[in-house]
């Protein structure tokens, strides 16, 4: 192994980070939410789409603000190297420590969880299989993106592409062909205390498109390529959202896809193609799967290797090491994994999603703000027309920021208990923090 000062190969181009956004965000959630989104509105189509629709545009104004800070600071990190440049390090430290800890190895695990699922519903193995299934598909992602990022960046592309034909197929004739009415259930006399619930279910569906900022110091020119990546990718992802569910609910009752829950896709498929065609969009939807589960473990510990190069995780020197043939950060690689393993035995895919949203959209919410206050510290960045701003300011950031505390607020109500696990995880690092901090003051004397 090389030491931190080993650089990661500049190897990623345009098409391998839209893939990236495209590719990490639609995975397992537009398969497996829409009947779970149902259920909270009380089957009620028009809360739900509503639901869908509005978690889309709050992460599109995410997505175009925290562009402005990805093209202002285009270094390897995300979110943790974004707030510790803005707010310091110590606020650095913590949304980089419940990055590390919870969000990212909660969302891999998730998808893992469901990607066992749905291989063993298709192969119609034994329950038991599961969770061996989704832990096998997770370590063999973890030996593929060890050896380099460029054979990550491959199957990104390649899975990307794939797994857009069950999203037009199922859009484009179950919308032609559909004799359902899509809106026989839409009274708006849902439950709406249910729909802030409904969203954070659409927003696992719609999150990890950050994770294309924590790959930025390996992009050929950050600076250009992540906020158009950003703005496309999240684009194209809400309309093919809303047309999946438009023609979900056009083939079948929104009742139907509440019971059969994450195979009402498959369902749709059968009903839409026959049994052969309904084979091979299950096998779409897996691939779909597999593609977000590789965009996430490719992307995600680039910040546990980030924070361990500035020493902000314990055992800085052996994590921010890095391969020196294979030009990545295995340690920090098996670090994610084993945490995502660990989530994967000790809980179910459904809470996991939802904790980690909760947990992401604290740091959001100050990553929106970051955007306001770095125009006021350098206002000649806005005047230099070659930069990247934030269309619309600051509107946009601010419907980001009254989103974000709008979906903050609905998991404090929704999920009390898994909200205070979420905050006692996080302040458990402060003990972390103090004790290097403290390393570093006697390194000094």
Known sequence: MQNQETKLKKDLGFWPAISLVVGVVIGSGIFVKPGTVLDYVGGD???ALLAWLLGGLLMLAAGLTVAELSARIPKTGGL?????????RFSGFLSGWVQTVIYQPTLIGSMGLYFGLLVGNYLSLDESWHLWIGIGAV?????????GVKYGGIIQVITTIAKM????????FGLWQGSGDIFSSATFGGSKEGLGAAMLAAMFAYDGWIAASSVAGEMKNPARILPKALSLGLIVIIVAYLAVNLALLAVMPAGQIQALGENAAGTAAGLLFGE?????????????????????????PRLAFAMANDRLLPGGNFLSQVHPKFGTPIRAILLQILLAVLFMVLSDPDRLSEIAIFAIFIFYIQAFIAVFLLRKRDPEWVRDKGNYRVPLYPVTPVLAIIGSLFVV????????????ITLLIALAGLPFYGWMKRKEKLADQ
């Open 276 to 300: 052969v065609g309904q084979q091979i969009i299950s096998i779409g939807i897996i691939i779909s799967i597999f593609g977000g589960l590789n965009g996430k473990i490719l992307s995600y």
């Open 80 to 88: 943790y190297i974004y707030l510790e440049n803005v707010y310091g």
């Open 139 to 147: 370590l063999f992602l973890t030996i593929v993106n060890s050896l």
């Open 409 to 420: 607020f609905s998991m404090l109500t929704h999920d009390l208990e898994g909200a205070v």
């Open 165 to 172: 034909v069950p999203i037009v197929l199922i859009s484009v």
């Open 45 to 47: 189509s028009s809360l």
